[in-house]
Each structure stands twice: as C-alpha cells, then as structure tokens.
C-alpha cells in the first residue's frame, strides 16, 4: 500500500482490482481462429479431417469385407461355384452385375457424408447467432 492508495481527507484505502488494467476479453470468431493457426482453430481443422478420415476408413472397410469376402465364399461354398446363369458361372455373374450397384452406392454414400461433413465445418465458419437460427 503507497500513499497515494489513501485519501487524505477521510483516510479510507482504495482497493483496486489488478485484473482493471487487464484488455477486456474479445470474441474471436472461428475463422480467425483457424486463420491464425491458434489452438482453437487446428482443434476444428482436426475434427474436419478425423470426419473424413472416419468415412474413407468406413468404405474400405466394407470394401473389404464384401468385395473381399467374395472370393472366399465361392471356394468355400463349391455348389456356388458350379452355378450358372444363362449360361454364365455364378460367380462371374456376381461380379459383372451385383458389384458395380454396390460399389456406386458406397461411393455415393461417401461424397454424401464427405459433403456434409464440410457443410458442418462451413456453417461453424459463417457467423451466425444459433438463438435465432433455433426459433426460425
């Protein structure tokens, strides 16, 4: 405490607070934050990747376990193999006409999620007032 803390005339001691030279807290939008690379903003940056790292991860998984397990279930199941179609052994008819179906469904379902995953990551970045948005 210095003298110049007390009022001369009715000796009472100001107190001040230390936090009143402190720079009042400004909101940063998440732009900024990512423009500037701070923690905040490669935390959302992060999140963007893991969402589409999550969706590659899911399609080759089922990549995997349909297309690979194709091969498997015809040696395994020899009656399969012996099958025909007009024709045409079972196996190669599964594979000229079950597969392309399935694989543009995966890869429709990919950019769908891949899609919305950035429209997410691009409403966070546009400024909005999310009271507002709810009532509407």
Same mark, same amino acid.
């Given at each position: 405490?210095?003298?110049?803390?007390?009022?001369?005339?009715?000796?009472?001691?100001? +107190?001040?607070?230390?936090?009143?030279?402190?720079?009042?807290?400004?909101?940063?939008?998440?732009?900024?934050? +990512?423009?500037?690379?701070?923690?905040?903003?490669?935390?959302?940056?992060?999140?963007?990747?893991?969402?589409?790292?999550?969706?590659?991860?899911?399609? +080759?998984?089922?990549?995997?376990?349909?297309?690979?397990?194709?091969?498997?279930?015809?040696?395994?199941?020899?009656?399969?193999?012996?099958?025909?179609?007009?024709? +045409?052994?079972?196996?190669?008819?599964?594979?000229?006409?079950?597969?392309?179906?399935?694989?543009?469904?995966?890869?429709?379902?990919?950019?769908?999620?891949?899609?919305?995953?950035?429209?997410?990551?691009?409403?966070?970045?546009?400024?909005?007032?999310?009271?507002?948005?709810?009532?509407?």
């Amino acid at each position: 405490m210095t003298e110049s803390d007390v009022d001369p005339r009715t000796g009472r001691v100001r +107190i001040t607070s230390p936090l009143t030279t402190a720079s009042p807290h400004v909101r940063r939008t998440v732009q900024q934050e +990512i423009d500037e690379s701070t923690g905040i903003g490669e935390v959302y940056v992060r999140s963007l990747v893991r969402s589409q790292l999550r969706a590659a991860l899911t399609v +080759i998984t089922t990549l995997m376990l349909t297309l690979g397990a194709l091969p498997i279930v015809f040696w395994l199941l020899e009656d399969l193999r012996e099958l025909s179609l007009l024709g +045409i052994p079972l196996p190669w008819v599964v594979l000229a006409v079950a597969v392309d179906p399935g694989l543009f469904l995966l890869g429709w379902l990919y950019v769908r999620q891949a899609d919305k995953s950035e429209r997410d990551f691009v409403a966070l970045l546009s400024p909005h007032d999310p009271y507002t948005e709810r009532q509407s």
